[in-house]
Every structure is written in structure tokens, then in C-alpha cells.
């Protein structure tokens, strides 16, 4: 059975930092590209980072791009969102799933961020 733990979240005010993280199980870690999503209040879910398997290759949207850094520990099988100079616009429970997320496929309860101005 599949399961993605999303932790790190919390109250921060803007330029703050946090860093999240996401545990995987029921599945090959390994074997997925992964990405990070968020979800804001009255809006719909969004892409915000992506990495590849091996963790060579990353993209990220443009809205976080230069503040957001997505990182992997296959051994470990977490997936890691280090975000610095946060907005309040940031405001979202963040979630994180394989990339591409295939219609229906399992999501997790995510992880709160609250960025205060």
C-alpha cells in the first residue's frame, strides 16, 4: 500500500526558510521522477518541483525558481523541498507525489506552510 508522509511545514514569516520532507513506501522510491505540489486556499493544486529519478536533473516552476530547492535520498527514500526567501504568496499545504502524477494515483495528507507578512 502506498504512502507519502509530507512533514516540515509550519508558520513562518516572509524571507523565512523551511524544509520539507516527504517519506515514501509501497513503492520503488527509486524508480519514480518526483515532484513537489502545492495547493493554496480556493485554488487548484500546482506544480512546483520536479526531480528526476536519480536526482540529476531538476525543474521547478517559475514563481519559485532560485528560492525553492528540490533534493532526494533514494537510500532514504524521502524526498526534500529546502525553501528560502518565502513570500506570502507561498501560503499552501505542499504535497508530494510521483512526476507525472497519473489521474486518481494516491495522495497524501500534505504539509502546511503559513508565510505571515
Known amino acids: 500500500q502506498v504512502q507519502l508522509v509530507e512533514s516540515g511545514g509550519g508558520l513562518v514569516q516572509a524571507g523565512g526558510s523551511l524544509r520539507l520532507s516527504c517519506v515514501a513506501s509501497?513503492?520503488?522510491?527509486?524508480?519514480?521522477?518526483m515532484g513537489w505540489f502545492r495547493q493554496a486556499p480556493g485554488k487548484e493544486r500546482e506544480f512546483v518541483a520536479r526531480?528526476?529519478?536519480?536526482?540529476?536533473?531538476?525543474y521547478y516552476a517559475d514563481s519559485v525558481k532560485g528560492r525553492f530547492t528540490i533534493s532526494r535520498d533514494n537510500a532514504k527514500n524521502t524526498l526534500y523541498l529546502q525553501m528560502n526567501s518565502l513570500k506570502p504568496e507561498d501560503t499552501a499545504v505542499y504535497y508530494c507525489?510521483?512526476?507525472?502524477?497519473?489521474?486518481?494515483?494516491?495522495w497524501g495528507k500534505g504539509t502546511l506552510v503559513t508565510v505571515s507578512s
Open positions: 507525489n510521483r512526476f507525472p502524477t497519473p489521474p486518481g494515483d494516491y
Open positions: 509501497g513503492r520503488t522510491f527509486s524508480s519514480y521522477s
Open positions: 526531480i528526476t529519478w536519480s536526482g540529476s536533473i531538476t
